[in-house]
């Protein structure tokens, strides 16, 4: 099905792919090797499943690499970013409520 859904670049070596629902959202991220994610908080409570490669997380204050098959948890306005290490990594993350910032 990720087949069938357009990927957007939203960031330099970053794409992703969306399916919204009712109350909840999933996206597909294709992020390049190195490539840094801002650390942030949202009020929108977050599952990650790590689909390939490998990343380093930060969740709070905990610190740890993620491979594939690995799921994160991110409560609402808790601070985290990302690392990608040496290869090209893609996740799942699911959202609610729906980030309604990713829609316009």
Do not use: Y
Not at 38 to 52: G, L, N
Not at 85 to 100: A, M, S
């Amino acid at each position: 099905m990720w087949n069938d859904v357009p990927a957007e670049r939203i960031a330099e070596g970053i794409h992703r792919q969306m399916i919204v629902g009712h109350k909840l959202m999933m996206c597909r991220l294709t992020l390049q090797p190195h490539v840094e994610t801002a650390v942030h908080s949202h009020p929108h409570e977050q599952m990650t499943i790590v689909e390939r490669g490998r990343a380093r997380f930060t969740i709070g204050d905990t610190a740890r690499v993620v491979v594939a098959g690995d799921v994160l948890h991110f409560p609402a306005n808790v601070l985290h970013g990302a690392t990608m290490l040496d290869e090209e990594v893609v996740l799942i993350d699911v959202f609610t409520p729906i980030r309604e910032e990713f829609l316009s």
